[in-house]
T-cell receptor, first 109, second 115 residues
């Protein structure tokens, strides 16, 4: 079955500390993977996608096919990073996304 | 570009009534997707449409739910004879044609409450 798992519902870190938001997926092919972010009172927006291999707002994510993971990382958290983060998978040849349940990141002052 | 527009933002219906949710994609986008988010859950895919065509409705409940994306006007998600379990946030997304076809841009959502 195709599934995305985000094991942490809530992650609290102090400002300046490293952040890692976990995402594991279950899919037999080569998926496309995305991280979306939803700031308070705003719409869901794309943070990054694995094929572009870019860093957005200091966040990076590496696809690990062996561990079927796509964890989101940032070396130094900032208060404005507080938001809801969703990992999503798009199976090859389809347009739909399969979302994880999301992780709420709280960055404490 | 105003982004994906959804209206209404909040909709209250009594059991048995009909709910109509509208979505206007971003300018130049030809693909529309609907997702449903129940409390404490992630977004679940419902349906993918292009103009006048339903491409994938594998996530749509078999009864009471329908979707359309006419040649002119917004995409409509219609729920007939609503029940309390239909209470959720419904999100629409759109994507452009071409190489970034699966980069989806989301609307603000419509929160449906069934009394």
């Amino acid at each position: 079955a195709q599934r995305v798992t985000q094991p942490e519902k809530l992650l609290s870190v102090f400002k300046g500390a490293p952040v890692e938001l976990k995402c594991n997926y279950s899919y037999s092919g080569s998926p496309e993977l995305f991280w979306y972010v939803q700031y308070s009172r705003q719409r869901l927006q794309l943070l990054l996608r694995h094929i572009s291999r870019e860093s957005i707002k200091g966040f990076t994510a590496d696809l690990n096919k062996g561990e079927t993971s796509f964890h989101l990382k940032k070396p130094f958290a900032q208060e404005e990073d507080s938001a809801m983060y969703y990992c999503a998978l798009s199976p090859t040849g389809t347009y739909k996304y399969i979302f994880g349940t999301g992780t709420r990141l709280k960055v404490l002052a | 570009n105003a982004g994906v527009m959804q209206n209404p933002r909040h909709l209250v219906r009594r059991r048995g009534q009909e709910a109509r949710l509208r979505c206007s994609p971003m300018k130049g986008h030809s693909h529309v997707y609907w997702y449903r988010q129940l409390p404490e859950e992630g977004l679940k895919f419902m349906v993918y449409l292009q103009k006048e065509n339903i491409i994938d409705e594998s996530g749509m409940p078999k009864e009471r739910f329908s979707a359309e994306f006419p040649k002119e006007g917004p995409s409509i998600l219609r729920i007939q004879q609503v029940v309390r379990g239909d209470s959720a946030a419904y999100f629409c997304a759109s994507s452009p044609p071409g190489p970034r076809y699966n980069e989806q841009f989301f609307g603000p959502g419509t929160r449906l409450t069934v009394l």
